[in-house]
């Protein structure tokens, strides 16, 4: 059974860096094909997918904000880091992580996602 | 970039009846489009992948259809765990949008 657990800080000021970490049991991102994805929700809005990690490093992002993110891998421990720099009010969302097959291509499970406030 | 796009915004129905709901990819994406639902509260779960198929454990009032740039999520008669909001996903390529989302709502 494949789990995922986001975890992180609740309140961020405006221009601090935010990191996240995505805690996975159930899969190996050592395994060929294996990704772990980021997505985020603002508070009554839509999902937007932010970034990918792949078992070979392979990195993607988000065009719009490809510039501000990173996300890495410590197969070792099960855990994806997202990290964010220049965190606005507008970041504020809850962010989840999700597993993803590279030969599948779809987000299956997600995790239960965490409640990300930025504010001074 | 694909832009994805869903109508309606809004579906107000009353349980036991049929919900239709659309989802369009700005190009074609084949078969390779995923829809979620999400409960309020909850985080999104997979109902269908490659456009018709569905996910382990999803009931069979919910199918999907379509390819390339159209595609329609049915519920042939709505529970009331039915009433979220749906979000189809392209996963084509990278990047991967999700769609605005439509609201099953209870009329």
């Known amino acids: 059974q494949i789990t995922l657990k986001e975890s992180g800080p609740t309140l961020v000021k405006p221009t601090q860096t935010l990191t996240l970490t995505c805690t996975f049991s159930g899969f190996s991102l050592s395994t060929t094909g294996v990704g772990v994805g980021w997505i985020r929700q603002p508070p009554g809005k839509a999902l937007e997918w932010l970034a990918l990690?792949?078992?070979?490093?392979?990195?993607r992002y988000n065009p719009s904000l490809k510039t501000r993110l990173t996300v890495t891998k410590d197969t070792s421990k099960n855990q994806v880091v997202l990290t964010m720099t220049n965190i606005d009010p507008v970041d504020t969302a809850t962010y989840y992580c999700?597993?993803?097959?590279?030969?599948?291509?779809?987000?299956?499970?997600w995790g239960q996602g965490t409640l990300v406030i930025v504010s001074s | 970039e694909i832009v994805m796009t869903q109508s309606p915004g809004t579906l107000s129905l009353s349980p036991g009846e049929r919900a239709t709901l659309s989802c369009r990819a700005s190009?074609?994406?084949?078969?390779?489009l995923a829809w979620y639902q999400q409960r309020p509260g909850q985080a999104p779960r997979l109902l269908i992948y490659?456009?018709?198929s569905r996910a382990t454990g999803i009931p069979d009032r919910f199918s999907g259809s379509g390819s390339g740039t159209d595609f329609i999520l049915t519920i042939s008669r709505l529970e009331p765990e039915d009433f979220a909001v749906y979000y189809c996903q392209q996963y084509f390529v990278s990047p991967l949008p999700f769609g605005p989302g439509t609201k099953v709502d209870v009329k």
């Open positions: 999700a597993h993803r097959d590279l030969n599948r291509g779809w987000f299956d499970p």
């Open positions: 190009q074609s994406v084949s078969n390779n």
């Open positions: 990690i792949y078992w070979d490093d392979d990195t």
């Open positions: 490659g456009a018709s």
